[in-house]
């Protein structure tokens, strides 16, 4: 009889622990920022509700929101070598609270406005608060066009293979800026491109996981004295 009841006690720790550990694994980011452009024109120069030119570079294709046949037909910002000076990109202006000491996840498609995936161009990131970088300065990216994971290019293709993504730490937290720049280009003078940029936070480890954790150590312990 008390094996038996043992038994059940192991059976429901166990089932407990379980649902505690799917529970948190369960637990999913959530997007606190996300820009895709789509509410604001296509117009050149981009007139945009959660962003600014920064001031590098003037005349077309200088800043642009641009609707492009790439990419799922999104509409996205660009800018060309042709047109506008190295370091010309653009700054958030949006509201982006962080809490701080929180771990969050930044990612943006950084991209070449164009079908060909050998076509490249190249551009930094960097995510500041009040003038000071969360990650050691800007950190450079590469960006390639709509064929570069090796598929068809057309309006279908998504930036699944583009995206560029980088965690940080909130620090003593704050109002994000998010800032994104041109560099250069490959002798093709592709244009760079910005799409869907997000920050999200990330889910720490929860009262559910140390019960978790707590419950596996108390079935082990039972097993044993079964």
């Known amino acids: 009889m008390i094996v038996n009841l ?12 379980m649902a505690s550990s799917v529970a948190v694994g369960t637990a999913s980011a959530a997007t606190i920022f996300f820009e895709d452009f789509e509410s604001d024109p296509a117009a050149d120069p981009a007139v945009m509700a959660n962003w600014v030119h920064n001031g590098n570079g003037s005349g077309s294709n200088a800043s642009r929101l641009f609707d492009t046949g790439n990419y ?5 910002w660009i800018a060309s070598s042709a047109n506008a000076a190295a370091g010309t990109g653009i700054d ?13 996840e930044f990612s943006a498609a950084l991209v070449t406005e164009t079908f060909s995936g050998n076509r490249t161009a190249t551009g930094t990131y960097d995510l500041l608060i009040e003038g000071a970088s969360l990650i050691g300065g800007p950190q450079s990216f ?16 998504s930036y699944e293979d583009q995206l560029t ?26 244009f760079v491109g910005i799409d869907n940029v997000s920050i999200s936070t990330i889910p720490e480890p929860s009262a559910l996981l140390l019960l978790g954790a707590a419950l596996t150590g108390v079935v082990v312990v039972v097993r044993r004295r079964v």
């Open 165 to 190: 993504t980088q965690y940080f730490d909130s620090g003593v937290g704050g109002n994000l800026t998010i800032s994104i720049a041109f560099s250069g280009t490959d002798s093709s003078s592709a």
């Open 142 to 157: 590469v960006a390639r066009g709509d064929d570069a994971d090796g598929a068809t290019p057309n309006d279908s293709n």
């Open 6 to 17: 043992k038994r059940y006690v192991v059976l429901f720790l166990t089932t407990l622990a």
């Open 92 to 104: 958030s202006t949006a509201t982006i609270e962080l809490d701080p000491s929180t771990t969050y």
């Open 72 to 76: 799922g037909g999104t509409r996205l």
